[in-house]
T-cell receptor, first 115, second 115 residues
Framework: DSGVTQTPKHLITATGQRVTLRCSPRSGDLSVYWYQQSLDQGLQFLIHYYNGEERAKGNILERFSAQQFPDLHSELNLSSLELGDSALYFC??????????????FGPGTRLLVL | AQSVTQPDIHITVSEGASLELRCNYSYGATPYLFWYVQSPGQGLQLLLKYFSGDTLVQGIKGFEAEFKRSQSSFNLRKPSVHWSDAAEYFCAVGAKSGGSYIPTFGRGTSLIVHP
């Protein structure tokens, strides 16, 4: 158990809908990262937040957005869902600002299925 | 841009046999290299990482990896595989992105262990 929690574990929805994925980092970790894992694209970085502020953006679609709240939990919002958004979405956390020495601890993921 | 290639999609070994998983990277500067393991239904767990110094890196669960700059490789090894090592293994290179160092992952190698 990494100490990172993600809810829900599974999500089934329809095209065009909007969903929110939630992540709670390990106690004391200030950084949260979101990743998408799909058969087509593999494991891809989406976005990084540090202490409530966006620090880096990867291949995140404009239909997707994220935020980190004062209690450091984070939410990833996916809207106007398409079939191709079906994937496993991981959250990870690290102690501070995302320096290379820091270990990222991954949650178990949320499996999203868009029908 | 940085990239990681894991040439083997699947590898099958017998329990007790030695293991080597291949990883080749492309990155212009000194690379930060990682190996992660993903067990079924789990998030990713860091096995080991290389930043500088000794090119032979020891990790958890009896794994080690050797950085070879001349070959742009960072292969993962284990002298004797256990059935519990069956999992997906990901090599990653960390690159600076905005205010973070974000890993770029390979497509993974699935390890199958025969009794």
């Amino acid at each position: 158990d990494s100490g990172v929690t993600q809810t829900p574990k599974h999500l089934i929805t329809a095209t065009g809908q909007r969903v929110t994925l939630r992540c709670s980092p390990r106690s004391g970790d200030l950084s949260v990262y979101w990743y998408q894992q799909s058969l087509d694209q593999g494991l891809q970085f989406l976005i990084h937040y540090y202490n409530g502020e966006e620090r880096a953006k990867g291949n995140i679609l404009e239909r997707f957005s994220a935020q980190q709240f004062p209690d450091l939990h984070s939410e990833l919002n996916l809207s106007s869902l398409e079939l191709g958004d079906s994937a496993l979405y991981f959250c990870a956390s690290s102690v501070t600002t995302g320096q290379p020495q820091e270990t990222q601890y991954f949650g178990p993921g949320t499996r999203l299925l868009v029908l | 841009a940085q990239s990681v290639t894991q040439p083997d999609i699947h590898i099958t070994v017998s329990e007790g046999a030695s293991l080597e998983l291949r990883c080749n990277y492309s990155y212009g500067a000194t690379p930060y290299l990682f190996w992660y393991v993903q067990s079924p239904g789990q998030g990713l767990q860091l096995l080991l990482k290389y930043f500088s110094g000794d090119t032979l890196v020891q990790g958890i669960k009896g794994f080690e990896a050797e950085f070879k700059r001349s070959q742009s490789s960072f292969n993962l090894r284990k002298p004797s595989v256990h059935w519990s090592d069956a999992a997906e293994y990901f090599c990653a290179v960390g690159a600076k992105s905005g205010g973070s160092y974000i890993p770029t992952f390979g497509r993974g190698t699935s390890l199958i262990v025969h009794p």
